[in-house]
């Protein structure tokens, strides 16, 4: 196959907030296992969850970077077939191009992946960057029977960050129950889930109110991403009043995609009687709860869901939003050696959109 003996990987030194993932070399795998195809990744996306990872942040969860990754995050990744196993040569050959996910492979037996809807939630799920090697490298074996073909019209460079970042925010939307006409509030709109909310949510057919602070995220929302209305939470003092004003009993559905605190105790109060608040942006302080009084809970029927990536379909729908050409990522393009320096801004608060690494030549 030609293959290298050695490729370039972004692999975690150190622990916790000072940890780090410098640019080294690592073996290349030879030939893929039964099952596997190996992917050369081309471009692969920098979500929230490999900071999180990769510096500890949910180690109050339990939750650490298994000794099986050799220390390389990543699960945003698109590039080319170079090998298949035998087994899976009817569906795949080289060439093909396509996308490594966050979840790598599945059991296909248990009740979570026979029940057609939901094998997210399989026990024994391979994680990328998590529970094996992710995609912060050249070189990457995945699952053939799991892993995701990417359609025309979508470039790697997009289709990395829709591996995760694109199909949360799209079924997301899914699970907020919203309708093609009714109201949904987008907390963190801005940001790189919440600009694919934004987008998807309008897709579907929603009616957007964008939530997040300052002119440049105002124009971005309104004039970019194609929300009907923009608050700046830095500017309004009451949020709830102004989403009940626009909506007249409030919005039919929230997504909190800003991990904050803040986020989660006003959420309950943007929906009205029968709405939805679903949570995905992960806080790191493990005192952070989403819910509201039972009061409030049961006498207004309000539901408040749980939302983490998507399903294979899933992946395969969220992408046919961008081949349509309906969804784009507003990307922030660097290399594998730029990892660092995207967190740090990702940390501040300063980074534009979705970032998406070039890995390789």
Same mark, same amino acid.
């Given at each position: 196959?030609?293959?290298?003996?050695?490729?370039?990987?972004?692999?975690?030194?150190?622990?916790?907030?000072?940890?780090?993932?410098?640019?080294?070399?690592?073996?290349?795998?030879?030939?893929?296992?039964?099952?596997?195809?190996?992917?050369?990744?081309?471009?692969?996306?920098?979500?929230?969850?490999?900071?999180?990872?990769?510096?500890?942040?949910?180690?109050?969860?339990?939750?650490?970077?298994?000794?099986?990754?050799?220390?390389?995050?990543?699960?945003?990744?698109?590039?080319?077939?170079?090998?298949?196993?035998?087994?899976?040569?009817?569906?795949?050959?080289?060439?093909?191009?396509?996308?490594?996910?966050?979840?790598?492979?599945?059991?296909?037996?248990?009740?979570?992946?026979?029940?057609?809807?939901?094998?997210?939630?399989?026990?024994?799920?391979?994680?990328?960057?998590?529970?094996?090697?992710?995609?912060?490298?050249?070189?990457?074996?995945?699952?053939?029977?799991?892993?995701?073909? *990417?359609?025309? #019209?979508? /470039?790697?460079?997009?289709? &990395?960050?829709?591996?995760?970042?694109? !199909?949360? =925010?799209?079924?997301?939307?899914?699970?907020?129950?919203?309708?093609?006409?009714?109201?949904?509030?987008?907390?963190?709109?801005?940001?790189?889930?919440?600009?694919?909310?934004?987008?998807?949510?309008?897709?579907?057919?929603?009616?957007?109110?964008?939530?997040?602070?300052?002119?440049?995220?105002?124009?971005?929302?309104?004039?970019?991403?194609?929300?009907?209305?923009?608050?700046?939470?830095?500017?309004?003092?009451?949020?709830?009043?102004?989403?009940?004003?626009?909506?007249?009993?409030?919005?039919?559905?929230?997504?909190?995609?800003?991990?904050?605190?803040?986020?989660?105790?006003?959420?309950?109060?943007? *929906?009205?009687? #029968?709405? /939805?608040?679903?949570?995905? &942006?992960?806080?790191?302080?493990?005192? !952070?709860? =989403?819910?509201?009084?039972?009061?409030?809970?049961?006498?207004?029927?309000?539901?408040?869901?749980?939302?983490?990536?998507?399903?294979?379909?899933?992946?395969?729908?969220?992408?046919?939003?961008?081949?349509?050409?309906?969804?784009?990522?507003?990307?922030?393009?660097?290399?594998?050696?730029?990892?660092?320096?995207?967190?740090?801004?990702?940390?501040?608060?300063?980074?534009?959109?979705?970032?998406?690494?070039?890995?390789?030549?």
């Amino acid at each position: 196959m030609g293959l290298p003996k050695q490729h370039q990987a972004a692999v975690r030194q150190g622990e916790g907030h000072d940890a780090t993932a410098p640019v080294t070399t690592v073996d290349t795998p030879q030939e893929p296992g039964p099952g596997q195809i190996l992917v050369k990744i081309n471009w692969t996306g920098l979500c929230a969850s490999d900071k999180s990872l990769l510096h500890d942040e949910w180690a109050g969860f339990g939750i650490k970077m298994m000794d099986a990754t050799k220390g390389i995050a990543g699960h945003e990744g698109a590039g080319e077939v170079i090998a298949v196993h035998d087994d899976v040569a009817d569906i795949w050959k080289a060439g093909d191009r396509a996308g490594v996910k966050w979840v790598v492979s599945v059991c296909r037996n248990c009740e979570f992946c026979t029940n057609g809807t939901d094998e997210l939630h399989c026990p024994k799920q391979i994680n990328s960057g998590f529970s094996t090697s992710g995609t912060f490298q050249e070189y990457v074996l995945t699952d053939g029977r799991y892993c995701t073909r *990417i359609p025309e #019209g979508v /470039t790697d460079e997009e289709a &990395g960050p829709i591996m995760c970042g694109g !199909v949360t =925010a799209y079924t997301a939307c899914k699970r907020s129950t919203v309708r093609p006409g009714q109201w949904i509030v987008v907390l963190g709109a801005g940001g790189g889930l919440g600009h694919f909310g934004v987008q998807y949510a309008k897709a579907m057919g929603m009616r957007c109110i964008a939530v997040d602070g300052g002119e440049e995220k105002r124009k971005l929302c309104l004039d970019q991403l194609g929300a009907e209305k923009y608050l700046d939470f830095t500017q309004e003092e009451d949020i709830a009043a102004k989403v009940t004003e626009i909506t007249k009993y409030g919005a039919h559905g929230c997504i909190v995609f800003a991990a904050a605190a803040s986020s989660y105790k006003m959420a309950p109060n943007l *929906i009205r009687p #029968g709405g /939805t608040v679903v949570a995905v &942006g992960l806080p790191v302080d493990t005192t !952070v709860v =989403a819910g509201c009084p039972p009061v409030q809970l049961a006498l207004q029927r309000k539901n408040i869901v749980g939302s983490v990536t998507g399903t294979l379909k899933d992946v395969e729908e969220a992408l046919e939003f961008t081949s349509r050409g309906l969804v784009h990522p507003i990307l922030t393009k660097g290399e594998l050696k730029d990892i660092d320096k995207f967190i740090g801004m990702m940390l501040e608060g300063k980074l534009p959109g979705r970032a998406v690494l070039k890995v390789g030549a």
